[in-house]
């Protein structure tokens, strides 16, 4: 298992570690319920170490991601941010990326943990030495993610930024000496953002903020948060899902071609979607597999993730579920450890 530049101070502060995409993290600390009232009502603090981060560039750096990424690059201008997606062939999603772009000559890909090597490797193969430059900086780098209202106001304190940036967009500056990214991508929930500084320096800047007033949070709250949104690891394999499934397409281009372009400009649909169901009673915690019925009994759908929520104990999950039962409001029940659990499809645009 591979640990990031801030797993010294998590074990030193008693976090409960675990795993994830083959890295050692904090499942949470001393009080879950702390953690989430810090994230969505000060200011919570994610290590999001793990995630994927690639630099290109060179001449030619926009035109060769842009036949290969499914958004248009031509829309993203300098300093802003872009989601995009790589896929295979056949559709499927290999990583679920964030550009961010500094010029037509030089980017910063920010891609999920699990695929950091696949994607890597991909960027390498088609590009380095075509008078570009591929570099992993995975490891070269730490991340912190940023979650709640007061969350700007303390990172302030630590470092002034007159031209904080906005959602959607990236800024690059220097604090002691070290050239850091601060982007407003929203990785851990809509309102959140991301400081990606050299590794070295990781634990001096989680302790300054920590002394500001962040808290540092984990693993189950940032899943919690991320179910809520109707965002999680979905570049799995053995799940295979396509923009489709996932409500992604408005990330996939129909002016330009990419790798699975055409299975995407196809006019056929898959059968359901991945949706988030929200529990309208406090329930015992839902299995991964469980089936998902509606209000007639008939089984409509599977979970595929969920955690819950320690304020009120009402859990929340992501489901791959048929349609018509995908739209925001459809009744439907949860069946696990033999109990019926009363749910709604969440409308994830409020969250």
């Not at 380095?128 to 070269?140: A, C, F, I, K, P």
């Not at 990330?251 to 649909?269: D, H, L, N, P």
């Amino acid at each position: 298992m591979k640990e990031t530049p801030l797993t010294s101070v998590h074990r030193r502060l008693g976090a409960d570690m675990g795993s994830e995409a083959g890295w050692v993290l904090p499942r949470q600390y001393r009080n879950l319920i702390d953690e989430h009232s810090a994230a969505r009502s000060a200011c919570g603090m994610f290590d999001i170490s793990p995630l994927g981060k690639f630099r290109l560039q060179g001449n030619g750096a926009a035109q060769s991601l842009d036949s290969l990424l499914s958004n248009d690059i031509t829309d993203c201008c300098d300093g802003h941010l872009q989601q995009t997606l790589l896929l295979r062939p056949d559709g499927v999603i290999l990583d679920n990326i964030t550009l961010c772009r500094e010029s037509a000559g030089r980017f910063l890909l920010i891609g999920s943990a699990s695929q950091a090597d696949v994607t890597y490797n991909k960027l390498y193969k088609l590009f380095h030495g075509q008078s570009l430059e591929v570099v992993n900086l995975t490891d070269d780098y730490c991340a912190i993610a940023f979650c709640g209202p007061e969350s700007e106001k303390v990172f302030q304190q630590v470092q002034q930024l007159p031209d904080f940036p906005h959602p959607g967009e990236f800024r690059i500056f220097r604090h002691g000496g070290q050239r850091c990214f601060l982007t407003h991508a929203g990785l851990v929930a809509a309102d959140s953002f991301e400081l990606f500084c050299p590794a070295s320096h990781g634990i001096d800047w989680f302790e300054q903020l920590m002394s500001k007033g962040a808290i540092p949070c984990g693993l189950r709250t940032r899943e919690y948060l991320r179910i809520q949104r109707g965002r999680y690891d979905i570049t799995r394999d053995s799940l295979g899902l396509t923009p489709k499934h996932v409500g992604l397409e408005k990330f996939c281009s129909v002016r330009k071609e990419y790798e699975g372009a055409q299975i995407m400009q196809q006019s056929t649909s898959p059968d359901g979607r991945l949706i988030t169901l929200k529990c309208s009673e406090a329930c015992p915690e839902i299995r991964i597999g469980s089936e998902v019925q509606n209000q007639e009994g008939q089984k409509v759908g599977t979970i595929t993730v969920s955690a819950e929520s320690p304020s009120d104990n009402k859990g929340v999950a992501l489901a791959y579920v048929t349609h018509p039962h995908t739209r925001p409001g459809t009744h439907l029940h949860i069946i696990s450890n033999g109990h019926a659990i009363p749910a709604m499809v969440a409308d994830t645009t409020e969250s």
